[in-house]
């Protein structure tokens, strides 16, 4: 029997913001488990540890409590058409409070019947997700920083750059060459002292994109190429989190919200990537700054509706900008049942390699100029986590490998190397690191000519490992 539930504004950030959901079900408590699957937080929110019902959630069918209706949950049917409302206490105890000075930059927001305190402290307890702090990032996080979002995650591993200027705007003439999360939190915390901005400067990838995404409310996808649109896409889905998605290219922009729960997903829309090459990158085929602008202010509205439970979202929605005609124009997203990851029938149950899903391989080089093969530090770092068995050798010095080594790492320095090339066995493959690169180039060579022939660099070192896989260990 298909059924609506009605959700409270508290509890709409949990279901994508939306005001009511349909589920099958024939009996109270078969409709609300239905509606504890759509979310791991919403039946946190509902039910205690033995799975009840809390005490404090009153449930009413029709116009009826529920209570007045039978002795369980179970034992009130329902049926076709019936709605079944959701009323919970109102305490706010776990609410955050507002300052007096929040009340004050808030209070254009406050005076707003559809906002109020209420939706001002939602606001505050809301923690989002902005993928990329680019053209799409900058006006996104400036506006959610603005608007008094508490938390907000920044994922990014660039350094500003003098061409970003044109239209990132969250930075200065004077961020050029810093690292961008370091110059965006320094802005954004201007703009807004009492919110937290968390950086993650780090590349996103299948092994790590979980961990990431596993403590936002929101994901905001602002990223610039096909592996991270599909990574964030499938993360998104397998932990039901709605994603604000947005994509400019030229004079043209994107932009929609996949939630599986509710609507398609990316994956849905655009089952597989294009061939490498055919779709250039901003870098490549250039943007008009303000489109990037005028897109990431729209992503920043869609993910304040779905924290405030505000309106329609733009869910099975995709609506398409052309700045040149200064037109927009809106096309239907369907949710595709075949879909890899959010169909009936997933292939996709977990994340997978996004770099083979687009047929795109790492920009770095997979040999140094002397012609060694060389792995990425997110690829050895993957491919160990699979099982691979690797040996990795790291040439630096004793004091060095004090300070920092990776895990599993076999130390033999450089000056070492010649008197004690005896104590490896050429049979095997060696996976080399230095500090950056240049003593491991050294020491490959050096292996050759001892007849050493599979042999392996890690490319960036120890210090690409800190920057990149494990940002807690320190860099010198
Ligand atoms: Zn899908």
């Known amino acids: 029997m298909p059924i609506s539930i009605l959700i409270p504004s508290p509890l ?16 109270v408590a078969a409709a609300m488990a239905e509606l504890a699957k759509m979310s791991p937080e919403l039946r946190k929110q509902l039910f205690d540890e033995s799975s009840k019902v809390r005490s404090f959630v009153s449930l009413y069918l029709g116009n009826s409590n529920v209570r007045d209706l039978g002795p369980t949950l179970d034992a009130v049917g329902v049926k076709d058409g019936d709605v079944l409302t959701i009323l919970p206490a ?13 009340v004050l930059r808030y209070s254009r927001h406050l005076i707003m019947p559809e906002i109020t305190l209420e939706g001002q402290k939602r606001l505050k307890a809301a923690k989002v997700l902005c993928i990329g702090a680019g053209g799409l990032g900058s006006p996104l996080s400036l506006y959610l ?45 201007q703009l807004n002292p009492e919110i937290e901005v968390v ?4 590349h996103l990838a299948s092994w790590n994109v979980m961990d ?18 599909y990574l964030v896409n499938d993360a998104c889905v397998l ?37 490498p090459g055919l779709v250039p990158t901003c870098a490549e085929g250039g943007v008009l700054g303000v489109t990037p602008g005028v897109i990431g202010s729209l992503q920043a509205l869609e993910v304040l509706k779905l924290i405030l439970g505000l309106g329609d979202p733009l869910i099975g929605r995709l609506l398409l900008f052309d700045t040149l005609d200064l037109k927009f124009r809106e096309l239907p997203a369907r949710k595709n049942p075949g879909c890899a990851v959010c169909g009936t029938a997933p ?43 690797f040996h990795l050798l790291d040439v630096r010095e004793p004091h060095e490998y004090g300070i920092v080594s990776i895990p599993g790492s076999v130390l033999l320095p450089l000056s070492q190397l010649p008197a004690r090339l005896h104590e490896l066995d050429s049979a095997l493959t060696y996976t080399i690191h230095c500090h950056k690169g240049p003593r491991a180039s ?19 070192g120890v210090d690409a490992w800190a920057e990149r896989v494990d940002t807690s260990l320190p860099r010198y």
């Open 145 to 189: 920083a603005a608007a008094g979002v508490g938390t907000i995650g920044m994922v990014d591993y660039d350094t500003v750059d003098l061409t970003n200027l044109q239209r990132q705007i969250l930075y200065s003439a004077s961020d050029v060459g810093r690292p961008k999360l370091e110059a965006a939190k320094e802005r954004l915390t």
């Open 347 to 389: 292939t996709v149950t977990a994340p997978i390699d996004y770099e083979e899903f687009c047929q795109i391989r790492s920009h770095e080089p997979d040999s140094d100029a002397n012609g060694v093969a060389a792995i990425s530090v997110e690829d050895f770092h993957r491919r160990r986590g699979a099982g691979e068995p």
């Open 239 to 275: 932990s039901n989190k709605p994603n604000v998605f947005a994509s400019i290219f030229r004079f043209e922009g994107q932009i929609s919200v996949f939630d599986a729960r509710r609507g398609p997903c990316y994956r849905c829309i655009f089952p597989e990537p294009p061939p």
């Open 212 to 229: 990431v995404v596993k403590d936002y409310d929101v994901i905001a996808d602002g990223s610039d190429n096909f592996p991270t649109r």
């Open 90 to 102: 109102i305490a706010g105890g776990a609410e955050p409070k507002l300052s007096r000075e929040e």
């Open 199 to 202: 950086t993650h400067p780090m």
């Open 12 to 27: 709409r950030r949990y279901v994508g913001g939306v005001k009511s959901v349909d589920v099958e079900a024939g009996n």
């Open 442 to 460: 050294q020491a490959s060579q050096l292996m050759r000519k001892a007849g050493f022939r599979r042999l392996q660099l890690l490319t960036g």
